[in-house]
T-cell receptor, first 112, second 114 residues
Framework: KQEVTQIPAALSVPEGENLVLNCSFT??????LQWFRQDPGKGLTSLLL?????REQTSGRLNASLDKSSGRSTLYIAASQPGDSATYLC???????????FGQGTTLQVKP | EAGVAQSPRYKIIEKRQSVAFWCNPI?????LYWYQQILGQGPKLLIQ????????DSQLPKDRFSAERLKGVDSTLKIQPAKLEDSAVYLC????????????FGPGTRLTVL
């Protein structure tokens, strides 16, 4: 059974700091991995999608890496801003049906 | 491009009552998903439709939950009767094709069962 774990559960950093969020999964036979952002009371916003054949994806200040063999992914946020404060969720898909298995999320607070 | 629409945004009911949620996916998206997100947890897939057929409903509590997607577009999720543990946010998502898995989520419906 695939399990997805995110550490830490919560993180507080000063503005401008570079930070890394971690995601681990137990079954390396994934189809892809997706990072989402969730603001309070809102739905999920897709940030980055990494296919199983890829090692990393970048979008602006965000960089996500994938190491299937070790069952790990990281989301790197450069020069953090207060507007980055949110819960970040990673999810893996085990097949091309699209079913996602989510971690429990990391709640990030960036202090001005 | 319009996003995934859901209604209502909030619902409060008493246990044993019934409730229904509605979702309108992004136009042209063949695949539609319903997720349940309990406070402090990641979303859990309840049911997945490909057009108007069910692909996966393995985690749907079928004794009380039902869902349909008529004409392969809009979808409704119903709970009857509701239990206290059904209190959660119900998220609808859609994707163009299940093979290209980027999913787009609606704002969710927050259900409180008293």
């Amino acid at each position: 059974k695939q399990e997805v774990t995110q550490i830490p559960a919560a993180l507080s950093v000063p503005e401008g700091e570079n930070l890394v969020l971690n995601c681990s999964f137990t079954d390396s036979a994934i189809y892809n991995l997706q990072w989402f952002r969730q603001d309070p009371g809102k739905g999920l916003t897709s940030l980055l999608l990494i296919q199983s054949s890829q090692r990393e994806q970048t979008s602006g200040r965000l960089n996500a890496s994938l190491d299937k063999s070790s069952g790990r992914s990281t989301l790197y946020i450069a020069a953090s801003q207060p507007g980055d404060s949110a819960t970040y969720l990673c999810a893996v898909s085990l097949s091309n049906t699209g079913k996602l298995i989510f971690g429990q999320g990391t709640t990030l607070q960036v202090k001005p | 491009e319009a996003g995934v629409a859901q209604s209502p945004r909030y619902k409060i009911i008493e246990k044993r009552q019934s409730v229904a949620f509605w979702c309108n996916p992004i136009s042209g998206h063949a695949t539609l998903y319903w997720y349940q997100q309990i406070l402090g947890q990641g979303p859990k897939l309840l049911i997945q439709f490909q057009n108007n057929g069910v692909v996966d409903d393995s985690q749907l509590p079928k004794d009380r939950f039902s869902a349909e997607r008529l004409k392969g577009v809009d979808s409704t999720l119903k709970i009857q009767p509701a239990k206290l543990e059904d209190s959660a946010v119900y998220l609808c998502a859609s994707s163009l094709l299940s093979g290209y898995n980027e999913q787009f989520f609606g704002p969710g419906t927050r259900l409180t069962v008293l």
